[in-house]
Protein backbone atom coordinates (compact mmCIF):
# COMPACT_ATOMS: atom_id res chain seq x y z
CA UNK A 1 0.00 0.00 0.00
CA UNK A 2 1.36 3.21 -0.81
CA UNK A 3 0.26 6.50 1.05
CA UNK A 4 0.43 9.85 -0.03
CA UNK A 5 2.55 12.84 2.21
CA UNK A 6 0.13 12.66 4.83
CA UNK A 7 -0.97 9.75 6.59
CA UNK A 8 -4.52 10.61 6.65
CA UNK A 9 -6.48 10.36 10.21
CA UNK A 10 -9.00 7.92 8.86
CA UNK A 11 -6.01 5.75 7.63
CA UNK A 12 -4.59 6.11 11.19
CA UNK A 13 -7.83 5.11 12.47
CA UNK A 14 -8.34 2.42 10.61
CA UNK A 15 -4.88 0.83 11.55
CA UNK A 16 -5.81 1.34 15.08
CA UNK A 17 -9.14 -0.19 15.20
CA UNK A 18 -8.72 -3.07 12.63
CA UNK A 19 -4.87 -3.48 12.76
CA UNK A 20 -5.53 -7.17 14.56
CA UNK A 21 -8.31 -8.43 11.88
CA UNK A 22 -5.48 -8.23 9.34
CA UNK A 23 -4.32 -11.45 10.03
CA UNK A 24 -0.71 -10.21 10.63
CA UNK A 25 1.31 -9.22 13.48
CA UNK A 26 2.58 -6.44 11.31
CA UNK A 27 1.59 -4.32 8.43
CA UNK A 28 3.79 -2.71 6.08
CA UNK A 29 2.92 0.72 4.38
CA UNK A 30 5.26 3.07 2.19
CA UNK A 31 5.54 6.72 3.10
CA UNK A 32 6.84 8.28 0.38
CA UNK A 33 9.44 5.95 -0.28
CA UNK A 34 10.37 5.76 3.81
CA UNK A 35 8.54 2.28 4.69
CA UNK A 36 6.26 2.35 7.98
CA UNK A 37 5.75 -0.68 9.96
CA UNK A 38 3.00 -1.17 12.35
CA UNK A 39 3.25 -3.80 14.82
CA UNK A 40 -0.20 -5.33 15.73
CA UNK A 41 0.08 -8.02 18.42
CA UNK A 42 1.77 -7.93 21.87
CA UNK A 43 4.12 -10.86 20.74
CA UNK A 44 5.42 -9.24 17.98
CA UNK A 45 6.17 -6.14 20.10
CA UNK A 46 7.69 -7.97 22.87
CA UNK A 47 9.81 -9.84 20.35
CA UNK A 48 10.79 -6.31 18.77
CA UNK A 49 11.08 -3.59 21.00
CA UNK A 50 12.29 -5.86 23.67
CA UNK A 51 14.19 -8.99 23.04
CA UNK A 52 15.65 -7.37 20.12
CA UNK A 53 15.85 -4.07 21.53
CA UNK A 54 18.64 -2.57 20.49
CA UNK A 55 17.64 -2.48 16.79
CA UNK A 56 14.13 -1.11 17.64
CA UNK A 57 14.90 2.12 20.27
CA UNK A 58 16.07 4.49 17.77
CA UNK A 59 13.97 7.20 16.85
CA UNK A 60 13.14 8.55 13.48
CA UNK A 61 14.14 12.35 13.02
CA UNK A 62 12.07 15.23 13.30
CA UNK A 63 13.22 17.40 10.68
CA UNK A 64 10.01 20.07 11.66
CA UNK A 65 10.19 19.42 15.72
CA UNK A 66 14.01 18.98 16.19
CA UNK A 67 15.53 21.29 13.50
CA UNK A 68 12.94 23.95 12.27
CA UNK A 69 11.06 24.18 15.87
CA UNK A 70 14.07 23.81 18.66
CA UNK A 71 16.73 24.92 17.28
CA UNK A 72 17.99 27.76 19.89
CA UNK A 73 17.73 24.87 22.41
CA UNK A 74 20.09 22.89 19.86
CA UNK A 75 21.85 25.91 19.49
CA UNK A 76 23.36 26.16 22.97
CA UNK A 77 24.05 21.96 22.78
CA UNK A 78 20.65 21.25 24.18
CA UNK A 79 19.02 18.24 22.86
CA UNK A 80 17.17 18.37 25.78
CA UNK A 81 14.13 15.71 24.60
CA UNK A 82 14.67 12.23 26.12
CA UNK A 83 11.30 11.54 24.69
CA UNK A 84 12.42 11.74 20.89
CA UNK A 85 16.18 12.40 21.27
CA UNK A 86 18.67 9.30 18.93
CA UNK A 87 19.20 6.12 20.73
CA UNK A 88 23.02 6.15 21.71
CA UNK A 89 25.14 7.27 24.84
CA UNK A 90 23.72 10.28 25.44
CA UNK A 91 20.10 9.12 25.92
CA UNK A 92 21.49 5.97 28.21
CA UNK A 93 22.76 8.57 30.42
CA UNK A 94 19.98 10.89 30.68
CA UNK A 95 17.60 7.74 31.15
CA UNK A 96 19.68 6.95 34.24
CA UNK A 97 18.95 10.28 35.65
CA UNK A 98 15.83 10.23 34.93
CA UNK A 99 15.66 6.62 36.55
CA UNK A 100 17.26 8.52 39.68
CA UNK A 101 14.69 10.83 40.29
CA UNK A 102 11.79 9.00 38.90
CA UNK A 103 12.27 5.20 40.01
CA UNK A 104 9.65 3.50 42.40
CA UNK A 105 11.97 4.31 45.26
CA UNK A 106 12.42 7.57 44.88
CA UNK A 107 9.01 8.44 44.02
CA UNK A 108 8.26 8.07 48.20
CA UNK A 109 9.80 11.55 48.45
CA UNK A 110 6.78 12.61 46.00
CA UNK A 111 3.75 11.58 47.79
CA UNK A 112 3.20 14.29 49.66
CA UNK A 113 3.16 16.22 46.45
CA UNK A 114 0.61 14.18 45.15
CA UNK A 115 -1.14 13.55 48.13
CA UNK A 116 -1.40 17.63 48.02
CA UNK A 117 -2.68 17.72 44.45
CA UNK A 118 -5.57 15.21 45.19
CA UNK A 119 -6.73 17.00 47.82
CA UNK A 120 -6.86 20.27 46.08
CA UNK A 121 -8.80 18.02 43.04
CA UNK A 122 -11.31 17.35 45.54
CA UNK A 123 -12.52 20.72 46.57
CA UNK A 124 -12.25 21.98 43.31
CA UNK A 125 -14.68 18.84 42.10
CA UNK A 126 -17.14 19.59 44.72
CA UNK A 127 -17.34 23.10 43.97
CA UNK A 128 -17.19 23.01 40.62
CA UNK A 129 -17.92 19.59 39.00
CA UNK A 130 -19.07 20.98 35.72
CA UNK A 131 -15.09 22.24 35.06
CA UNK A 132 -13.73 18.76 36.00
CA UNK A 133 -11.79 18.71 32.82
CA UNK A 134 -10.09 21.81 34.12
CA UNK A 135 -9.34 20.33 37.41
CA UNK A 136 -7.54 17.07 35.74
CA UNK A 137 -5.21 19.09 34.12
CA UNK A 138 -4.84 21.44 37.02
CA UNK A 139 -4.07 18.33 39.67
CA UNK A 140 -1.76 16.81 36.88
CA UNK A 141 -0.03 20.51 36.41
CA UNK A 142 -0.15 21.00 40.36
CA UNK A 143 1.87 17.75 41.10
CA UNK A 144 3.87 17.75 38.16
CA UNK A 145 5.04 20.91 38.40
CA UNK A 146 5.73 20.92 42.05
CA UNK A 147 8.35 17.60 41.58
CA UNK A 148 9.61 19.04 38.59
CA UNK A 149 10.54 22.82 39.75
CA UNK A 150 9.16 23.06 43.04
CA UNK A 151 6.39 25.62 41.73
CA UNK A 152 2.81 25.75 43.46
CA UNK A 153 0.54 26.44 40.17
CA UNK A 154 -2.93 28.56 40.83
CA UNK A 155 -6.34 26.71 39.65
CA UNK A 156 -6.76 29.20 37.48
CA UNK A 157 -4.90 30.40 34.70
CA UNK A 158 -1.67 29.64 36.05
CA UNK A 159 1.19 30.71 33.57
CA UNK A 160 3.44 27.81 34.02
CA UNK A 161 0.54 25.53 33.06
CA UNK A 162 -0.30 28.03 30.15
CA UNK A 163 3.01 27.94 28.76
CA UNK A 164 3.71 24.60 29.16
CA UNK A 165 0.17 23.47 27.02
CA UNK A 166 0.91 25.31 24.27
CA UNK A 167 4.37 23.82 23.87
CA UNK A 168 2.39 20.24 24.26
CA UNK A 169 -0.20 21.34 22.01
CA UNK A 170 2.82 22.14 19.16
CA UNK A 171 4.60 19.00 20.26
CA UNK A 172 1.69 16.81 19.62
CA UNK A 173 0.76 18.20 15.78
CA UNK A 174 3.97 17.53 14.95
CA UNK A 175 5.11 14.26 16.15
CA UNK A 176 2.59 12.72 14.70
CA UNK A 177 3.44 10.22 11.65
CA UNK A 178 2.70 12.72 8.32
CA UNK A 179 2.01 15.81 9.64
CA UNK A 180 4.42 17.58 7.59
CA UNK A 181 5.61 16.89 4.40
CA UNK A 182 9.41 18.39 5.70
CA UNK A 183 9.29 15.11 7.79
CA UNK A 184 9.76 12.89 4.58
CA UNK A 185 11.58 15.24 2.75
CA UNK A 186 13.88 16.38 4.63
CA UNK A 187 15.68 18.99 2.10
CA UNK A 188 12.37 21.17 2.23
CA UNK A 189 13.98 22.78 5.22
CA UNK A 190 16.26 24.79 3.01
CA UNK A 191 13.71 26.43 0.46
CA UNK A 192 13.07 29.90 1.29
CA UNK A 193 10.06 31.20 3.63
CA UNK A 194 8.22 32.96 0.83
CA UNK A 195 8.53 30.06 -1.15
CA UNK A 196 5.19 28.85 -1.87
CA UNK A 197 4.27 25.65 0.59
CA UNK A 198 7.12 27.44 3.07
CA UNK A 199 4.15 27.87 5.52
CA UNK A 200 5.89 25.00 7.79
CA UNK A 201 9.16 27.38 8.57
CA UNK A 202 6.88 30.45 9.74
CA UNK A 203 4.39 27.81 11.56
CA UNK A 204 7.81 26.40 13.34
CA UNK A 205 9.23 29.83 14.23
CA UNK A 206 5.85 30.88 16.15
CA UNK A 207 6.17 27.15 17.75
CA UNK A 208 9.85 27.32 18.89
CA UNK A 209 8.96 30.31 21.35
CA UNK A 210 6.57 28.21 23.16
CA UNK A 211 8.55 25.37 23.25
CA UNK A 212 11.69 27.24 24.16
CA UNK A 213 9.57 28.70 26.98
CA UNK A 214 8.21 25.71 28.62
CA UNK A 215 12.54 24.59 29.10
CA UNK A 216 13.55 28.32 30.22
CA UNK A 217 10.59 30.18 32.09
CA UNK A 218 10.28 27.70 34.71
CA UNK A 219 13.96 27.07 35.27
CA UNK A 220 14.56 30.86 35.67
CA UNK A 221 12.17 30.66 38.04
CA UNK A 222 13.99 27.95 40.13
CA UNK A 223 17.13 29.66 39.96
CA UNK A 224 15.97 33.41 40.97
CA UNK A 225 14.28 31.50 44.05
CA UNK A 226 17.46 29.83 44.58
CA UNK A 227 19.32 32.89 45.04
CA UNK A 228 16.97 34.05 47.44
CA UNK A 229 17.60 30.71 49.47
CA UNK A 230 13.76 30.28 49.25
CA UNK A 231 12.67 27.31 46.78
CA UNK A 232 11.41 23.93 47.24
CA UNK A 233 13.54 21.04 46.64
CA UNK A 234 12.98 19.56 43.08
CA UNK A 235 14.18 18.01 40.19
CA UNK A 236 15.76 20.91 38.57
CA UNK A 237 17.03 22.59 42.05
CA UNK A 238 19.02 19.32 42.82
CA UNK A 239 20.18 19.11 39.31
CA UNK A 240 21.54 22.90 39.40
CA UNK A 241 23.22 22.20 42.78
CA UNK A 242 24.50 19.51 41.11
CA UNK A 243 25.57 21.47 37.84
CA UNK A 244 27.29 24.06 40.26
CA UNK A 245 29.37 21.55 41.74
CA UNK A 246 30.74 19.95 38.32
CA UNK A 247 34.11 21.64 37.28
CA UNK A 248 33.68 23.28 34.16
CA UNK A 249 34.35 21.62 30.51
CA UNK A 250 33.48 17.85 31.67
CA UNK A 251 31.66 15.67 29.60
CA UNK A 252 29.64 15.07 33.32
CA UNK A 253 28.55 18.90 33.38
CA UNK A 254 27.20 18.86 30.08
CA UNK A 255 24.51 15.78 31.29
CA UNK A 256 24.02 17.58 33.99
CA UNK A 257 22.93 20.63 32.13
CA UNK A 258 21.22 18.45 30.26
CA UNK A 259 18.95 16.92 33.14
CA UNK A 260 18.23 20.73 34.15
CA UNK A 261 16.14 21.44 30.74
CA UNK A 262 14.69 17.82 31.08
CA UNK A 263 13.11 18.91 33.79
CA UNK A 264 10.28 20.50 31.76
CA UNK A 265 9.38 17.12 30.36
CA UNK A 266 8.87 15.69 33.51
CA UNK A 267 5.52 17.94 33.26
CA UNK A 268 5.47 17.41 29.47
CA UNK A 269 5.14 13.69 30.03
CA UNK A 270 3.43 13.63 32.60
CA UNK A 271 0.90 16.30 33.01
CA UNK A 272 -1.18 15.44 29.82
CA UNK A 273 -1.22 12.34 30.04
CA UNK A 274 -2.22 12.06 33.54
CA UNK A 275 -5.08 14.43 33.07
CA UNK A 276 -6.45 12.47 29.88
CA UNK A 277 -6.06 9.28 31.71
CA UNK A 278 -8.17 10.43 34.23
CA UNK A 279 -10.74 12.04 32.20
CA UNK A 280 -11.40 8.42 30.57
CA UNK A 281 -11.73 7.23 33.84
CA UNK A 282 -15.02 9.56 34.92
CA UNK A 283 -16.30 8.93 31.45
CA UNK A 284 -15.83 4.67 32.46
CA UNK A 285 -17.96 5.53 35.44
CA UNK A 286 -20.17 7.36 33.50
CA UNK A 287 -21.04 4.20 31.31
CA UNK A 288 -20.78 1.60 33.83
CA UNK A 289 -22.08 2.84 37.42
CA UNK A 290 -21.96 -0.69 38.56
CA UNK A 291 -17.90 -0.32 38.58
CA UNK A 292 -18.26 2.83 40.17
CA UNK A 293 -20.33 1.48 42.84
CA UNK A 294 -18.46 -1.34 43.44
CA UNK A 295 -15.12 0.66 43.63
CA UNK A 296 -16.49 3.02 46.46
CA UNK A 297 -17.67 -0.30 48.05
CA UNK A 298 -13.46 -1.81 48.20
CA UNK A 299 -12.30 1.80 49.21
CA UNK A 300 -14.53 1.69 51.96
CA UNK A 301 -13.88 -1.47 53.27
CA UNK A 302 -10.38 -0.75 53.16
CA UNK A 303 -10.54 3.12 54.92
CA UNK A 304 -13.52 1.84 57.11
CA UNK A 305 -15.36 5.05 55.52
CA UNK A 306 -13.20 7.69 57.96
CA UNK A 307 -10.36 8.95 55.75
CA UNK A 308 -9.23 8.87 52.46
CA UNK A 309 -7.10 6.13 51.15
CA UNK A 310 -3.25 7.16 51.33
CA UNK A 311 -0.21 5.40 50.13
CA UNK A 312 -0.32 2.83 52.37
CA UNK A 313 -3.18 1.40 50.90
CA UNK A 314 -1.49 1.42 47.23
CA UNK A 315 -1.93 -2.43 46.25
CA UNK A 316 -4.18 -2.98 48.73
CA UNK A 317 -7.39 -1.97 47.04
CA UNK A 318 -7.23 -4.84 43.86
CA UNK A 319 -10.89 -2.99 42.71
CA UNK A 320 -8.91 0.28 42.68
CA UNK A 321 -6.42 -1.75 40.89
CA UNK A 322 -8.49 -2.77 38.36
CA UNK A 323 -10.03 0.11 37.45
CA UNK A 324 -6.94 1.89 36.63
CA UNK A 325 -5.46 -0.74 34.42
CA UNK A 326 -8.94 -0.89 32.56
CA UNK A 327 -9.28 2.77 32.25
CA UNK A 328 -5.69 2.07 30.36
CA UNK A 329 -6.70 -0.47 28.50
CA UNK A 330 -10.09 0.60 27.21
CA UNK A 331 -9.13 3.80 25.73
CA UNK A 332 -5.05 4.31 25.43
CA UNK A 333 -3.84 7.70 25.75
CA UNK A 334 -1.46 6.57 23.03
CA UNK A 335 -3.13 3.68 20.70
CA UNK A 336 -0.34 4.12 18.59
CA UNK A 337 2.76 4.79 20.04
CA UNK A 338 5.67 7.46 19.43
CA UNK A 339 7.22 5.86 16.04
CA UNK A 340 10.68 3.67 16.38
CA UNK A 341 13.53 3.33 13.86
CA UNK A 342 14.72 0.52 13.21
CA UNK A 343 18.63 0.66 13.23
CA UNK A 344 19.54 -2.54 10.88
CA UNK A 345 17.82 -4.71 8.01
CA UNK A 346 15.81 -7.09 10.13
CA UNK A 347 13.06 -9.98 9.75
CA UNK A 348 10.58 -11.14 11.47
CA UNK A 349 8.40 -14.55 10.80
CA UNK A 350 9.79 -14.38 7.62
CA UNK A 351 8.84 -10.55 6.96
CA UNK A 352 11.43 -8.13 5.68
CA UNK A 353 12.13 -5.22 7.80
CA UNK A 354 14.99 -2.81 5.98
CA UNK A 355 16.99 -0.52 8.84
CA UNK A 356 15.88 3.39 8.84
CA UNK A 357 12.36 1.80 8.47
CA UNK A 358 9.46 3.75 11.04
CA UNK A 359 8.34 1.35 13.27
CA UNK A 360 4.91 2.33 14.86
CA UNK A 361 3.05 0.06 18.01
CA UNK A 362 -0.19 -0.29 17.49
CA UNK A 363 -1.36 -0.19 21.41
CA UNK A 364 -5.11 -0.08 20.49
CA UNK A 365 -4.99 -3.51 18.99
CA UNK A 366 -3.03 -5.02 21.46
CA UNK A 367 -5.41 -3.53 24.53
CA UNK A 368 -8.49 -4.91 22.52
CA UNK A 369 -7.10 -8.25 21.61
CA UNK A 370 -9.68 -10.38 22.57
CA UNK A 371 -7.77 -13.02 23.22
CA UNK A 372 -5.57 -11.32 26.18
CA UNK A 373 -8.28 -9.08 27.65
CA UNK A 374 -11.22 -11.25 27.48
CA UNK A 375 -14.24 -10.64 24.96
CA UNK A 376 -16.26 -7.40 24.35
CA UNK A 377 -12.42 -5.01 24.72
CA UNK A 378 -14.64 -1.80 23.96
CA UNK A 379 -16.66 -2.20 26.87
CA UNK A 380 -15.36 -0.20 30.14
CA UNK A 381 -15.07 -3.37 32.74
CA UNK A 382 -12.43 -3.84 35.45
CA UNK A 383 -13.51 -7.20 36.42
CA UNK A 384 -11.11 -8.41 32.97
CA UNK A 385 -8.55 -7.67 35.44
CA UNK A 386 -9.80 -10.12 38.84
CA UNK A 387 -10.74 -13.30 39.98
CA UNK A 388 -13.47 -14.70 41.32
CA UNK A 389 -11.88 -14.11 44.84
CA UNK A 390 -11.96 -10.45 43.77
CA UNK A 391 -7.45 -10.50 43.62
CA UNK A 392 -5.71 -9.33 40.26
CA UNK A 393 -5.78 -12.03 38.14
CA UNK A 394 -1.83 -12.72 37.13
CA UNK A 395 -2.56 -13.99 33.95
CA UNK A 396 -4.09 -11.11 32.74
CA UNK A 397 -1.06 -8.47 31.77
CA UNK A 398 -0.77 -4.83 32.86
CA UNK A 399 -1.58 -2.60 29.84
CA UNK A 400 2.07 -1.67 29.25
CA UNK A 401 1.09 -0.58 25.88
CA UNK A 402 -0.45 2.46 27.04
CA UNK A 403 2.91 3.54 28.02
CA UNK A 404 4.88 2.98 25.07
CA UNK A 405 7.57 0.15 24.61
CA UNK A 406 11.08 -1.48 25.34
CA UNK A 407 13.56 0.89 26.46
CA UNK A 408 11.43 3.62 25.24
CA UNK A 409 8.84 3.05 27.79
CA UNK A 410 7.72 6.68 29.35
CA UNK A 411 10.16 7.13 32.02
CA UNK A 412 7.42 8.82 34.38
CA UNK A 413 5.12 5.63 34.37
CA UNK A 414 5.30 5.12 38.01
CA UNK A 415 4.84 8.56 38.92
CA UNK A 416 1.78 8.60 36.19
CA UNK A 417 0.79 5.70 38.32
CA UNK A 418 0.56 6.83 41.85
CA UNK A 419 -1.08 10.04 40.92
CA UNK A 420 -3.37 8.40 38.80
CA UNK A 421 -3.96 5.63 41.90
CA UNK A 422 -4.21 8.18 44.35
CA UNK A 423 -7.29 10.41 42.49
CA UNK A 424 -9.44 7.39 41.12
CA UNK A 425 -9.61 6.14 44.85
CA UNK A 426 -10.20 9.54 46.68
CA UNK A 427 -12.72 10.31 44.03
CA UNK A 428 -14.72 7.40 44.56
CA UNK A 429 -14.50 7.66 48.21
CA UNK A 430 -16.09 11.46 48.27
CA UNK A 431 -17.98 11.62 45.24
CA UNK A 432 -21.00 9.90 42.61
CA UNK A 433 -20.11 10.49 39.05
CA UNK A 434 -23.20 9.90 37.23
CA UNK A 435 -24.83 11.36 33.76
CA UNK A 436 -26.16 14.91 33.16
CA UNK A 437 -29.83 15.33 33.05
CA UNK A 438 -32.16 17.72 31.58
CA UNK A 439 -35.01 19.92 32.90
CA UNK A 440 -37.15 16.68 32.50
CA UNK A 441 -34.86 14.78 34.53
CA UNK A 442 -33.61 12.78 31.70
CA UNK A 443 -30.03 11.50 31.32
CA UNK A 444 -28.03 13.25 28.62
CA UNK A 445 -25.98 10.81 26.69
CA UNK A 446 -22.24 12.41 26.83
CA UNK A 447 -20.57 13.38 24.01
CA UNK A 448 -17.07 12.16 23.83
CA UNK A 449 -14.40 12.66 21.27
CA UNK A 450 -10.86 11.29 21.40
CA UNK A 451 -8.29 12.57 18.80
CA UNK A 452 -4.73 10.69 17.53
CA UNK A 453 -2.16 11.55 19.37
CA UNK A 454 1.37 10.55 19.88
CA UNK A 455 3.00 9.96 23.76
CA UNK A 456 6.90 11.20 23.80
Known sequence: MVCTFHLASFLLFTIMRNGSLTGSDIIHL????????????????????EKRSSNYSD??????????????????????????????????????????ELNPRALVTYHPSITSATQKLLLLLLDKPDDFLKHLRYMAGNTILSIAYGIEV??????????????????ALTVNSGSYLVDQLPALKHIPDWFPGAGFKRQ?????????????????????????????????SRSLEKLASEPSSTAQRQLEAEKVLQAGLVYAGGADSTASTLGTFIHGLVQNPDAMRKGQIAVDE???????ADFSDFGSIPYVDALLRETL???????????????????????????????????????????VYGPNPHIFNPERFLQEDGSLDPNVPFPNPAFGFGRRLCAGTDLAISAMWMAIACILACFDVTQVVDENGNEIEPNVEYTLDFMW
Open 302 to 308: RTGGARL
Open 59 to 100: RPRFTMLFELQVSVLLQIGMNWNIGLMPYGDLWRACRKGFHQ
Open 154 to 171: QPENDPFINIAEKALHAA
Open 30 to 49: DLLGTPLIVVNSLKAATELF
Open 204 to 236: AREWNKDMSAMAVVPLEFVKGAMSKGDFTPSVA
Open 329 to 371: RWIPLTPLSVPHRSVEDDEYNGYYIPGGATVVGNGWAMLHDES
